[in-house]
Protein backbone atom coordinates (compact mmCIF):
# COMPACT_ATOMS: atom_id res chain seq x y z
CA UNK A 1 0.00 0.00 0.00
CA UNK A 2 1.61 3.35 -0.86
CA UNK A 3 1.87 6.48 1.81
CA UNK A 4 -0.59 8.89 1.49
CA UNK A 5 0.44 11.99 -0.06
CA UNK A 6 -0.77 15.43 1.42
CA UNK A 7 -3.03 15.80 -1.21
CA UNK A 8 -4.89 12.72 -0.63
CA UNK A 9 -5.59 13.09 2.64
CA UNK A 10 -6.45 16.45 2.16
CA UNK A 11 -9.24 15.03 -0.20
CA UNK A 12 -10.01 12.03 2.55
CA UNK A 13 -10.98 15.00 4.68
CA UNK A 14 -12.83 17.10 1.98
CA UNK A 15 -14.99 14.05 1.69
CA UNK A 16 -16.12 13.47 5.09
CA UNK A 17 -17.17 16.83 5.00
CA UNK A 18 -18.98 16.34 1.25
CA UNK A 19 -20.90 13.08 2.45
CA UNK A 20 -21.86 14.62 6.42
CA UNK A 21 -23.07 17.73 4.21
CA UNK A 22 -25.11 15.67 1.76
CA UNK A 23 -26.55 13.09 4.60
CA UNK A 24 -27.88 16.82 6.56
CA UNK A 25 -29.24 18.53 3.50
CA UNK A 26 -30.73 14.91 2.63
CA UNK A 27 -32.18 14.66 6.29
CA UNK A 28 -33.89 18.34 6.15
CA UNK A 29 -35.28 18.59 2.84
CA UNK A 30 -35.33 15.04 1.58
CA UNK A 31 -33.36 15.65 -1.53
CA UNK A 32 -30.35 15.00 -2.47
CA UNK A 33 -27.11 17.68 -2.68
CA UNK A 34 -25.91 16.75 -5.84
CA UNK A 35 -22.62 14.97 -5.06
CA UNK A 36 -23.03 11.74 -5.38
CA UNK A 37 -21.58 11.00 -8.70
CA UNK A 38 -18.36 12.82 -7.60
CA UNK A 39 -18.04 10.58 -4.49
CA UNK A 40 -18.60 7.63 -6.43
CA UNK A 41 -16.16 8.61 -9.11
CA UNK A 42 -13.32 9.10 -6.42
CA UNK A 43 -14.67 5.90 -4.31
CA UNK A 44 -14.40 3.85 -7.73
CA UNK A 45 -10.79 5.17 -8.34
CA UNK A 46 -9.69 4.44 -4.76
CA UNK A 47 -11.08 1.05 -4.85
CA UNK A 48 -9.91 -0.19 -8.03
CA UNK A 49 -6.84 2.02 -8.47
CA UNK A 50 -7.69 3.84 -11.79
CA UNK A 51 -6.66 7.08 -12.67
CA UNK A 52 -8.88 10.00 -12.73
CA UNK A 53 -9.28 11.37 -16.08
CA UNK A 54 -9.19 15.17 -16.85
CA UNK A 55 -11.98 17.23 -16.48
CA UNK A 56 -14.60 17.39 -18.61
CA UNK A 57 -13.33 14.40 -20.53
CA UNK A 58 -15.76 13.82 -23.06
CA UNK A 59 -17.37 10.28 -22.65
CA UNK A 60 -14.89 9.07 -19.68
CA UNK A 61 -13.82 9.64 -16.32
CA UNK A 62 -11.24 7.44 -15.24
CA UNK A 63 -8.40 5.36 -16.94
CA UNK A 64 -7.28 1.77 -16.39
CA UNK A 65 -3.91 0.79 -16.91
CA UNK A 66 -3.36 -2.80 -17.80
CA UNK A 67 0.68 -3.25 -19.40
CA UNK A 68 0.40 -1.15 -22.12
CA UNK A 69 -3.37 -1.31 -22.49
CA UNK A 70 -4.95 1.68 -21.40
CA UNK A 71 -8.74 1.66 -20.88
CA UNK A 72 -11.03 4.50 -20.37
CA UNK A 73 -13.96 4.12 -18.44
CA UNK A 74 -17.42 5.98 -17.93
CA UNK A 75 -18.42 6.08 -14.04
CA UNK A 76 -22.13 6.38 -12.64
CA UNK A 77 -23.47 6.76 -9.58
CA UNK A 78 -26.20 6.15 -7.18
CA UNK A 79 -26.85 6.27 -3.53
CA UNK A 80 -29.06 3.04 -2.79
CA UNK A 81 -31.78 4.36 -0.12
CA UNK A 82 -34.08 1.64 -0.50
CA UNK A 83 -32.82 -1.79 -1.85
CA UNK A 84 -36.13 -2.70 -2.84
CA UNK A 85 -36.44 0.35 -5.40
CA UNK A 86 -34.64 -0.06 -8.53
CA UNK A 87 -33.70 3.57 -10.25
CA UNK A 88 -32.26 4.35 -13.25
CA UNK A 89 -28.47 5.09 -13.72
CA UNK A 90 -27.35 8.43 -15.50
CA UNK A 91 -27.30 8.74 -19.52
CA UNK A 92 -24.55 6.49 -21.03
CA UNK A 93 -23.26 8.43 -24.14
CA UNK A 94 -22.66 6.01 -27.08
CA UNK A 95 -20.72 8.57 -29.42
CA UNK A 96 -17.40 8.77 -27.91
CA UNK A 97 -14.75 6.35 -26.93
CA UNK A 98 -14.64 4.38 -23.85
CA UNK A 99 -14.12 0.53 -23.28
CA UNK A 100 -16.56 0.01 -20.47
CA UNK A 101 -18.95 1.56 -17.95
CA UNK A 102 -18.79 1.09 -13.81
CA UNK A 103 -21.53 1.69 -11.78
CA UNK A 104 -20.68 2.58 -8.41
CA UNK A 105 -23.50 1.80 -5.90
CA UNK A 106 -23.51 3.64 -2.54
CA UNK A 107 -24.97 3.07 0.62
CA UNK A 108 -26.80 6.11 2.14
CA UNK A 109 -24.03 7.31 4.01
CA UNK A 110 -22.19 7.76 0.34
CA UNK A 111 -20.15 5.16 1.54
CA UNK A 112 -19.05 2.49 -1.15
CA UNK A 113 -20.87 -0.84 -1.34
CA UNK A 114 -20.22 -2.66 -4.58
CA UNK A 115 -18.87 -1.82 -8.31
CA UNK A 116 -20.25 -3.47 -11.47
CA UNK A 117 -18.56 -3.68 -14.49
CA UNK A 118 -20.03 -4.20 -17.95
CA UNK A 119 -18.08 -3.71 -21.17
CA UNK A 120 -19.03 -1.81 -23.85
CA UNK A 121 -20.34 -4.16 -26.17
CA UNK A 122 -22.58 -5.21 -23.76
CA UNK A 123 -24.21 -1.68 -23.19
CA UNK A 124 -24.40 -0.66 -26.57
CA UNK A 125 -26.58 -4.22 -27.11
CA UNK A 126 -28.44 -3.66 -24.42
CA UNK A 127 -29.31 0.35 -25.20
CA UNK A 128 -29.78 -0.14 -28.96
CA UNK A 129 -32.56 -3.15 -27.80
CA UNK A 130 -35.70 -2.00 -29.63
CA UNK A 131 -38.81 -0.91 -27.17
CA UNK A 132 -38.13 1.74 -24.66
CA UNK A 133 -37.57 4.95 -25.42
CA UNK A 134 -35.63 6.18 -22.24
CA UNK A 135 -32.99 3.40 -23.19
CA UNK A 136 -32.87 4.23 -26.63
CA UNK A 137 -32.91 7.91 -27.06
CA UNK A 138 -31.42 9.23 -23.89
CA UNK A 139 -29.06 6.08 -23.03
CA UNK A 140 -30.65 4.94 -19.88
CA UNK A 141 -30.49 1.64 -17.76
CA UNK A 142 -32.21 0.71 -14.97
CA UNK A 143 -29.67 -0.30 -11.90
CA UNK A 144 -31.17 -3.88 -12.35
CA UNK A 145 -30.36 -3.88 -16.18
CA UNK A 146 -26.88 -2.98 -15.70
CA UNK A 147 -26.36 -5.76 -12.53
CA UNK A 148 -27.93 -8.23 -14.89
CA UNK A 149 -25.49 -7.37 -18.03
CA UNK A 150 -22.94 -6.29 -15.58
CA UNK A 151 -20.05 -8.20 -13.52
CA UNK A 152 -19.48 -7.29 -9.86
CA UNK A 153 -15.51 -6.23 -9.71
CA UNK A 154 -15.90 -4.81 -6.10
CA UNK A 155 -18.13 -5.79 -3.17
CA UNK A 156 -18.09 -4.33 0.97
CA UNK A 157 -16.97 -7.19 2.96
CA UNK A 158 -20.18 -6.73 4.89
CA UNK A 159 -22.26 -7.10 1.44
CA UNK A 160 -23.92 -11.01 0.85
CA UNK A 161 -23.75 -11.99 -2.40
Known amino acids: MTPKTKETK ?89 HAVLLVLLDEDLDLLVIYEAKRRVVEKALKKPGSKARNERGALSISQFKSMGTPIWKRRDIKP
Do not use: F, M
Open 10 to 98: ALDKLLIEVKSLAKRYRALTGRPLGVTGEVAEVSAIRALGLELAEVRQSGYDAIRRKGARVERLQIKGRCILNPKRSGRIGAIKLDHSW
